[in-house]
């Protein structure tokens, strides 16, 4: 009965592969989000799902991007792996959009690039 | 100047003690606040919402200050078990898109 569930919970892969994350939450909630932790434990937002609305944070490269096929679903596509993408990226989500919306998190996807 | 700026520690109390965090916000049009705790290897997790009156959840208590833009933790008779990383977040009222989290507190609660 997980909340937010995330896949694979480990990757190791080489530099310049593409890979993908999974995400799921069953918690019925509209919005969904991507976060990465790098090594400074700094837990930055990538991006936000909203209703069909996907919300970039500018700094993320390109190289990434998020699909949602349903609402309790967004996938993370990351294309041509580099060395700085070695981090632990955190799948959320929340009921809505609203800024007291309490934001539940998966287990995390420790990825490391070789 | 970082937009969530808190003392790393770590701290190392002893069981029973009182410990206090302070979490400072460069972003005045914050609107939201909440403590989360992270344990090691794991994902962060909701500890409290941060109330502008002040609130208190058991051993908890957190405060807001919106003049000074700081939010403050507040555990009394620490446990083994709120050894952990103390995460900051600040959300402005945009919405959950801004959603700021600090770099962390790490507190050691020692036998």
């Known amino acids: 009965d997980t909340a937010v569930s995330q896949t694979p919970k480990y990757l190791v892969t080489q530099m310049g592969n593409d890979k993908s994350i999974k995400c799921e939450q069953n918690l019925g909630h509209d919005t969904m989000y991507w976060y990465k932790q790098d090594s400074k434990k700094f837990l930055k937002i990538m991006f936000s799902y909203n209703n069909k609305e996907l919300i970039i944070n500018e700094t993320v490269p390109n190289r990434f991007s998020p699909k949602s096929p349903d609402k309790a679903h967004l996938n993370l596509h990351i294309n041509s792996l580099e060395l700085g993408d070695s981090a632990v990226y955190f799948c959320a989500s929340s009921q809505g959009y609203g800024s007291q919306e309490t934001q539940y998190f998966g287990p995390g996807t420790r990825l490391l690039v070789l | 100047r970082k937009e969530v700026e808190q003392d790393p520690g770590p701290f190392n109390v002893p069981e029973g003690a009182t410990v206090a965090f302070n979490c400072t916000y460069s972003?005045?049009?914050?609107?939201?606040f909440f403590w989360y705790r992270q344990d090691c290897r794991k994902e962060p997790k909701l500890l409290m919402s941060v109330y502008s009156s002040g609130n208190e959840d058991g051993r908890f208590t957190a405060q807001l200050n919106r003049a000074s833009q700081y939010i403050s933790l507040l555990i009394r008779d620490s446990k083994l078990s709120d050894s952990a990383t103390y995460l900051c977040?600040?959300?402005?009222?945009?919405?959950?898109?801004?959603?700021?989290f600090g770099a962390g507190t790490r507190l050691f609660v020692k036998a």
């Open positions: 977040v600040v959300r402005p009222n945009t919405g959950g898109f801004k959603t700021i």
């Open positions: 972003n005045s049009a914050s609107q939201s």
